[in-house]
């Protein structure tokens, strides 16, 4: 803990940041008040190590108790011994459970131990589906034969499970499998044959194994040039050798409706054909080992070599949010500190009952469309208008301050990791992996509000909501959006003096870090955001039009420097092959300082920028010590 503080005390005013460093604990002082909790408690203990409480909830309200009544003036430490903990419902931190600078609430795993922090469902009492062409009784009685249009090669393969919830994950002995689609490979994925906006239809080839008669839950994904889009088919109509599908709304209207991000049209290959794309959901597409389908209050799985699904662990995330931090604009939580804990197995179920169609970094459009004729008072050359909603967080923080993650792993998780949504400042999260997330890793800021229109500069009246002196540092940022691919490793919206220093991104889909949002040059909350000394490799996986460091509108005395950004990968299916970058300043990106960052070569993008940018030696010149020391920092590699 004193670590922590010392660090808060040091390394915010090294990035720029100008908060009163946090006090460590008097000398002389007792000591904070103790909890224990451990997965083999009870909530009737008294939170003894010996008698410990089962819940983190439990304990933090017994902290909040002792809070009211005085009797933890030198703070509150929760030990969390090691082992799994599912939650019900999200934890919930409030203003009632801050600390002070001196007396801290602490909730942090017990020594050299690893408490987990789920929101996953065990599915239990797996039997096989069809042992050799003929259904099996289930415990009830009735046949569980293979789902109907399963294809004749799952025959003698499938395992199935009751699944007495939705879910769009599954995971088998701790390994993401993979819901049914075809193709089975993202380098295979063919490629739409037309789109009918006037009727709200789009063609495609059929597929080797052919389509069911019905959906029944089946998605089309498009790539559409730097995000994608999940459509739930309506209906099927089989023409030929192709097939025309109708979808559901709101996303049929959405799709059709907004301009940006399309599907490339372009049958003469200009830029490299029209939109890939893949089919998911349907038993026809249930054809190789590691694949799943649910459907009916039944879940079938086809496992992988060494897979005994008899003592298999399976679990379906069933919470959207597993911690919420919780304060408002006139009282937020103030010095709280997590360290230690991991945060697995969260779901988000709007693409399954809403669509999916996001604008840009994973947020989802709840309306779009065309201006014709173009102009708005703020900006009269914009074409279109848009409005945004925000996909959830595995913990989420507004309204908080001088709050600390330190050491915790965010993974397994369907949408985003962590996020200080709005009105926060003086936060830190250091030495934190996020890995193995659908959605983008860390996230922080407002970027607009779903009444806001999303091309407006965000300027509240009240300073309290923008997100403020926040440090992410030192993290390890792998394998994140790889559900949705227009996500990113680090993404912050309108944010002032935030500092991203001393990070690791890799291995994710489209961009590495982006800072701002709204593409304007007008005046708007950001200014004096450091990006320092990261190191951005293995990203576009999926998706150009990207860049490793990306900027958007006007953050006067904005600095980027020290970076390292190498390795952007090549897929063979994106809209534009040429169209990425490095660096990449994207419309009104204004008054930043961009020096001394080393890439191979000096492929940047200045799109639509605004005035006073400063381009100072970038490239593979840049001194070797600015490769070697980006990144994470010895101590955290």
């Given amino acids: 803990m004193r ?47 010996a008698a410990p409480l089962a819940t983190v909830a439990a304990a933090l309200r017994k902290a909040r108790e002792c809070r009211r009544l005085n009797q933890a003036p ?50 239990e009492g797996w039997r096989p589906a069809n042992l050799n062409g003929s259904p099996v009784a289930d415990p009830d009685g009735a046949p569980v034969a293979d789902p109907k249009d399963a294809p004749k090669a799952a025959r003698g393969h499938l395992w199935v499970a009751d699944a007495p919830l939705d879910f769009r994950q599954l995971y088998v002995n701790g390994v993401k499998a993979v819901r049914a689609r075809t193709p089975n490979t993202d380098d295979a994925m063919p490629r739409i044959l037309s789109v ?31 995000a994608i889009a999940n459509l739930r088919v309506k209906t ?95 009282r937020p939580v103030s010095y709280v500190y997590i360290k230690g804990l991991h945060f697995v197995y969260t779901t988000w179920m709007r693409p399954s009952r809403m669509g999916h169609v996001p604008l840009q970094a994973g947020m989802y459009l709840l309306d779009a469309y065309k201006l014709k004729p173009a102009g708005t008072p703020e900006k009269k050359g914009l074409e279109n208008q848009a409005w945004i909603g925000r996909p959830p ?94 996500c990113v490793g680090i993404s912050e919206g309108y944010v002032r003096e935030a500092c991203i220093t001393h990070n690791e991104v890799r291995n994710v889909p489209y961009s590495g870090i982006c800072v701002g949002w709204g593409w304007t040059k007008l005046p708007n909350a950001m200014y004096g955001n450091r990006i320092i000394a990261n190191y951005v ?10 860049g490793g460091i990306y900027t958007l509108s006007a953050q006067p005395g904005t600095l980027i420097e ?29 008054f930043i300082t961009i020096q001394h960052n080393w890439c191979p070569e000096a492929k940047f993008m200045r799109n639509s920028n605004g005035p006073g940018n400063t381009w100072e030696d970038n490239g593979p010149a840049v001194a070797d010590t600015i490769q070697q020391n980006a990144g994470l920092e010895p101590a955290y590699r």
């Fill in 3 to 49: 670590k922590l503080l010392f660090a808060l005390a040091v390394v915010l005013p090294l990035c720029g940041a100008a908060g009163s460093p946090v006090a460590l604990p008097r000398d002389g002082a007792p000591g904070p008040l103790v909890l224990w909790v451990a997965p083999g408690g009870s909530d009737a203990n008294p939170g003894t190590e």
């Fill in 236 to 330: 099927i109509t089989v023409d030929g050798q192709s097939a025309i599908l109708t979808f559901k709304e709101p996303e049929s209207r959405i799709e059709m409706q907004h301009p940006w991000p399309a599907p490339v049209m372009d049958s003469l290959h200009k830029v490299n054909g029209n939109s890939a794309f893949y089919l998911v959901n349907s038993a026809a597409f249930l054809d190789t080992p590691g694949e799943w389908f649910a459907s009916h209050g039944k879940v079938y799985y086809w496992p992988r070599t060494g897979e005994d699904m008899r003592n298999a662990q399976v679990v379906a995330p069933a919470l959207e949010t597993l911690v919420r931090i919780l304060g408002t604009v006139d």
């Fill in 393 to 486: 967080a595995a913990v989420s923080v507004v309204y908080a301050n001088h709050v600390g993650f330190d050491g915790c792993r965010f993974g397994e998780l369907a949408s985003s990791g962590l996020d200080l949504e709005r009105g926060t400042h003086d936060n830190i999260v250091k030495g934190c992996v996020f890995s193995d997330i659908g959605g983008t890793g860390y996230q922080e800021g407002v970027y607009s509000d779903e009444g806001f229109e999303t091309h407006l500069p965000y300027q509240p009246s009240d300073v309290r909501d923008i997100c403020t002196r926040d440090t992410v540092m030192d993290n390890l940022v792998d394998n994140c959006g790889n559900e949705d691919w227009g």
């Fill in 196 to 226: 009918n906006k006037a009727l709200r239809t789009i063609r495609i080839p059929l597929p080797p194994g052919g389509l069911p008669a019905q959906p029944d839950g089946m998605e089309l994904v498009i790539h559409q040039m730097w």
């Fill in 74 to 123: 030198d703070g509150v430490d929760i030990r969390v011994k090691g082992g799994d903990y599912p939650l019900d419902e999200p934890l919930f931190i409030r203003p009632e459970d801050s600390g002070t600078p001196s007396a801290p609430t602490v909730i942090e795993a017990a020594p050299g131990e690893h408490p987990v922090i789920s929101g996953g469902v065990r599915l």
């Fill in 537 to 546: 490799h293995h990203y576009a996986t999926h998706m150009y039009d990207v």
């Fill in 562 to 590: 020290d970076n390292r950004v190498d390795d952007i990968l090549h897929p063979a299916y994106v809209h534009d092959p040429g169209h990425w970058f490095y660096f990449y300043f994207d419309e009104g990106s204004s």
